[in-house]
């Protein structure tokens, strides 16, 4: 993110939306947090073959795939911007010298319950191996191909995707972000939503799983997370390989090998760059989840919002800004039929998730419940956005105006990167201490 010095007193912050940015001019006295900038590597697909040579906690891929009759190799939609291509020439590198061919690999799209993906995203995701290899686009709601294993401990039934579950070697690649649930994505969320069927997805996303506020960062003690491993672990995962970016979308690391460890491992690297201590709660924070596909569409784009929720005082407001290319996504609905966000809110308490994403409607409603919400957008009508509880504006400048001048002498905060940043508020004591 480019910071430039503007005229009298103020400074101009650049904000990523869609494939460009816009800026936003504003006092020098606003706050910008951003996460730590960490080299990417000079040779991508060098890093991901040393992650594969080094493997965390599990023998070599090579000497695991030997004898294997059939591979399945599952990677992200377009949501989660992957190195798909990278990855999957050298892990086919490491099947080829276990004598595994093309013709016994099948790819997984990793859809969990957002839209199959089209062809000319498998072409943009794949690359080159999009022509040679099996590909199968996961259909959470298309039961023939689901295959029941039974349910965990809470009661979270697990269904998984059948081709997954009869090949004699499962794969699983992504990339670990923060996770608003999760506490971190990549690893076991690659079996769990990614290529669960809907019944699994409902209820993981429902009460008591789900997590009631953010667990950005926050493994231990998340059930959300526990849940997923546990079902990702009754399903089988033999090898993962997952990378780490920053935040202009270099690959800082690549870590490999089993479920749990490798995982581990990428979220200690993660931690170092994302997560930032904040020492107030501010009145307006503007916020973007990042470059797209990160703004796709609103439903992705609210990963913006989990983030603004944490550091903006009650009553505050949150200007977020997405191109939404693709418009609101399924939630929107839910939103736009609710006379209230409490009406949302509580439906979503009795009844849990739903193919519609009551699950993402939530999300909205408990952030337009505590704060006023500001969308900066051109793929998005305004009334549409009204109809969802929140104020819709085509340009960055007319929605600050509109914020700031809500406030007097309002504090500020600038997180153009939010889907990279874990902020952790610091509040400190009438005694001193600090409060997280």
Known sequence: MEQINGKGGMKIVSFPYGEKYVDLEISKEADVLMPELVTGVPDELEE???????PTGSVRLNMLARGKISVAIVINDITRPSPTEIMLTAILEELAAAGVSEEQVTVLIANGNHELATGEELKKMLGIWNSRLKIINHDCKDESSLMYLGSTGRGLPVYVNRHYMEASLRILTGVITPHQSAGFGGGRKSVVPGIAGMQTIKKLHSFPIRP???????????????????????????????????????????????????HLHGVAVCEKSWVRKVG?????????????????????????????????????TIVLIAECRNGTGKFGKVLREAES???????????????DNK????????????????????GIDRKEIEEMFMTGFTS???????????????????IPYAAECIPVLEVKSACGRVKK
């Open 396 to 414: 960055i400048s007319e929605a600050a105006n509109s914020a700031l001048a809500q406030y007097s002498n309002p504090s500020v905060l600038c």
């Open 48 to 54: 991901i073959r040393r992650a594969l040579s080094q």
């Open 280 to 316: 107030k709660a501010y009145d307006v924070v503007f916020v973007s989840a990042g470059r797209y596909p990160k703004d796709v569409d609103l439903h992705q784009s609210q990963k913006g919002l989990v983030v603004a929720e944490q550091v903006t005082r009650p009553g505050g």
């Open 212 to 262: 009631d506020g953010p667990v950005l960062g926050i493994i231990k003690g998340n059930r959300f997370h526990e849940e997923v491993v546990t079902a990702a672990r009754m399903a089988g995962a033999d090898f993962i390989v997952n990378v780490i970016k920053n935040y202009s979308g270099e690959i800082v690391e690549a870590v490999a090998g089993e479920l749990d460890m490798a």
């Open 359 to 378: 699950g993402k409607a939530y999300l909205f409603a408990r952030c337009c419940q505590k704060h006023k919400v500001f969308v900066v957008t051109e």
């Open 341 to 355: 966000v409490e009406e949302v809110i509580q439906d979503f308490l009795a009844t849990g998730s739903s193919e």
